[in-house]
């Protein structure tokens, strides 16, 4: 391997009490993996990077005659089609050349799908409804209107109806093409979804009113009959509306992050799914697939599955997402982890317990190779282009600026804060530098170029353990030990015997030391004090590991500490030398 093109990633300083899953991340293969945290035996992979898919949900559709799942994507102009039953991508795309498709349904026999899309770029001065033959896959425009912001599609016998946010209205198409007509053009505010729950009745979400209005086809004209949904019920800005299999009306809050169902006998409304469940947010539509709920969010650029009592599944279906390629960190209570990407200059957070996309941060920097919580919650991200470790708020995402620089920091890798509560950084240059915790000046070489006398060191992966500090360093297949607050040099724990380039470390529950070894794609095992292989904890290669980097045990909520909750999962991210597939 090409050591020096090698990008530093993660260290993090440990939480006093261990027993959660072990986690490691890597670079070129963008994923997390996870692994027994007894045996070392695969698990399965916590969270890799896409390349094909929807970009932004504007809609979802099933097929009537198949099942296959459709998603508009509404910011690379694309319709996807996934296996419902997996969440698997269907490549390629089955429609491209797109403005921005939004709502979208099939016809009965499933032969066409209808989308709403955008007539010109500006799509302020018309929209139109598109038509995708699923046989050919070619494409056409069912119509267009003047001045309209087309939102929900649903079909209905030899018309195809589109909601107009925008003129607070509904217009009807026929399904073969033609000028489009109001049909409902009094009485709303921003509709959003729509649905037939029969022939004659079409239900509309209008999130203006944070309600669901019901008109009934009478004589030909749409009239309105009642309110199935009452602002009063707390669905802010309702707006993906499902049939359920039990006849009750599913509505998605995209202003609440919810789902409810509505009794339409009754009208009673009973919480589905709860607030920001499986990371749920502004949940723009949803479907039903047997007793499976799909609901499409574009904050995490997925289709999250539920079962019918509103549970999570665990499947799901995503789009194309930020490239799994650096350093992570766990938050203190080890509920959720941030990933950095060098490729792509962001910062990805996820549910620690789920491995939903919780929020993505663009453009942090310039070739963020790191990224760990501070004590305020904040984040701080090193990056190499800039020499620097910025940071980042929590409450916003907002870039608050350059935290930490000078110090002859250079193109810095890894860090963590102290038990002294100063930020260190490892660096190319051949320290750990160390910076004060609150301002960011520095204070000085935490281990300088000549190892504080033990020999240079290539500074990788560290992590603080009681009274002592562990480095791994990379170009000389090491790693050492330093006295935790003084820094004085101790000794030269593992020095090959098997260790190549070695890169994240961490100790475990037992207090045995994990190095990530990613010379040869393995997780090793040493004893902590004497630093004697225990054994290849994960063997090289396992689940596709390839150059594993970063490493580090989840930190149990206290709960789970009182509880003695010691066992867990093993995750550990890694990198593959495989090539990328272009997007």
């Known amino acids: 391997m090409l050591r020096a093109l090698a990008f530093p990633l993660l260290l993090l300083f ?13 670079r070129d293969s963008r994923s997390l993996v996870e692994y027994d945290s007894t045996s070392g035996a695969l698990i399965g992979v916590f969270a890799d990077t896409t390349d094909d898919g929807f970009q932004n ?6 097929r009537p005659s198949d099942g296959v799942l459709y998603a508009t994507s509404r910011s690379s102009g694309e319709i996807w089609s996934y296996d419902t039953p997996t969440g698997d991508v269907l490549t390629p795309a089955v429609a491209s050349g797109l403005f921005r498709p939004g709502g979208c349904d099939f016809d009965a026999a499933g032969s066409f799908l209808y989308f709403s899309d955008s007539d010109t770029v500006d799509s302020l001065s018309s929209d139109a409804v598109g038509r995708l033959e699923i046989a050919t896959g070619n494409v056409t425009q069912v119509g267009k209107t003047s001045n309209a912001e087309f939102d929900g599609i649903a079909v209905s016998g030899s018309f195809v109806f589109a909601s107009d946010s925008d003129g607070d209205r509904i217009v009807r198409f026929p399904v073969a093409g033609g000028p489009g007509s109001t049909v409902i053009n009094s009485g ?7 649905v037939f729950s029969s022939a004659t009745r079409l239900l509309v979400a209008d999130a203006g009113t944070d309600r669901v209005l019901e008109y009934e086809d009478v004589g030909g004209s749409w009239v309105f009959d009642r309110v199935v949904l009452a602002a009063g019920a707390g669905v802010g800005e309702p707006c993906g509306l499902a049939i359920a299999p039990d006849t009750t009306l599913t509505v998605t809050g995209c202003a609440t992050d919810d789902v409810v169902k509505v009794d339409l006998g009754t009208l009673t ?4 799914v709860a607030a920001g469940t499986a990371g749920l947010a502004a949940p723009k539509d949803a479907a039903w697939s047997g007793t499976t709920l799909l609901a499409a969010t574009a904050v995490a650029n997925a289709v999250i599955y539920f079962d019918v009592a509103g549970a999570p599944t665990g499947v799901r279906a995503r789009g194309v997402s930020t490239d799994l390629d650096a350093g992570f960190g766990f938050a203190d209570d080890g509920t959720t982890l941030a990933v950095a990407s060098t490729s792509d200059g962001d910062v990805v957070e996820y549910d620690a317990d789920t491995g939903v996309l919780l929020r993505t941060l663009n453009s942090v920097c310039f070739l963020p190779t790191d990224v760990t919580y501070g004590p305020a919650g904040d984040f701080y991200v090193s990056c190499i282009g800039g020499n620097e470790v910025v940071r980042v708020s929590a409450a916003t995402g907002a870039v608050l600026g350059a935290f ?3 110090g002859g920091m250079v193109a ?14 490892s660096s190319a240059s051949g320290e750990v530098i160390e910076f004060d915790g609150t301002t960011g000046s520095y204070v000085g070489d935490f281990v300088d170029t000549t190892g504080n006398g033990g020999g240079a060191v290539d500074p ?8 002592t500090f562990y480095l791994a360093s990379e170009f000389t297949d090491e790693v050492k030990s330093f006295d935790a607050s003084s820094g004085a040099f101790l000794s030269t724990l593992v020095s090959g015997g098997g260790l190549d380039a070695p890169t994240g470390l961490d100790l475990g529950p037992g207090g045995d030391l994990y190095v990530a070894s990613s010379g040869d794609d393995s997780v090793r095992r040493y004893d902590a004090t004497t630093g004697a292989l225990v054994g290849v904890f994960v063997a090289p290669g396992s689940g596709g590991l390839d150059t594993p980097v970063d490493l580090a045990f ?5 709960a789970g500490r009182l509880a003695g909750l010691a066992a867990g999962a093993l995750w550990a991210a890694w990198l593959g030398r495989s090539r990328r597939r272009a997007r």
């Open 554 to 558: 989840r930190p149990l909520p206290e």
């Open 412 to 425: 810095p890798r890894s860090l963590a804060f102290g038990p002294n509560g100063n930020l260190f950084v």
């Open 460 to 467: 990788q992966g560290f992590r603080f353990d009681g009274g």
């Open 404 to 406: 930490a620089q000078g």
């Open 57 to 62: 949900p504007g809609g979802i559709a099933l």
């Open 188 to 194: 709303l505010s921003e509709p959003r979804g729509l």
């Open 14 to 26: 440990a939480a006093p009490a261990l027993g959660g899953g072990l986690f490691a991340a890597g």
């Open 269 to 272: 409304v009973q919480t589905l």
